[in-house]
């Protein structure tokens, strides 16, 4: 069996269903480094009225659509139903939301070492940026003054 490294999921929202093309090439680029892979990807969202909509890669922008199928995806369909009726409650009426599942290809060597030593993460958490930023700009000036 092929060991896999840490895998993560994320829900990005788009408000009024406005798709930009910076994510898909930032996705494609990691891919190609071989830092993640990418397990599955699935779009939700609401129309004007507030309906929950499913929207495949067919459903949105050519451009934005050819530059996600270029990063590439190992399975579809790892998202059920149910995950993509939660994502899409939580949304605005004309808005939308990417769902990403991903492997982290460079992680996997660490975590197989601590499966092999039978270690246990006890905690694992992301650090939001705006906190991280605010610690950074808080330490430089107690650094300065």
Not at 20 to 39: C, F, H, K, N, Q
Not at 125 to 140: C, F, M, N, T, Y
């Amino acid at each position: 069996m092929t060991e896999i490294g840490p895998v993560e999921y994320m829900i990005v929202a788009f408000p009024g269903n406005k798709f930009r093309g910076e994510i898909a090439p930032a996705l494609a680029d990691l891919v190609e480094s071989e830092t993640i892979r990418i397990i599955d990807l699935t779009f939700v969202g609401k129309n004007a009225e507030g309906e929950t909509i499913s929207l495949e890669l067919n459903d949105i922008d050519p451009e934005i659509r050819d530059a996600f199928e270029s990063a590439g995806r190992e399975i579809s369909g790892l998202f059920s139903e149910e995950d993509l009726q939660l994502a899409a409650e939580s949304l605005p009426p004309n808005s939308s939301a990417a769902l990403l599942l991903w492997e982290n290809l460079w992680a996997t060597e660490l975590a197989q070492a601590i499966r092999n030593a039978e270690g246990e993460i006890l905690q694992l958490q992301r650090i939001p940026h705006d906190v991280v930023v605010e610690a950074r700009e808080l330490a430089k000036a107690s650094a300065t003054a």
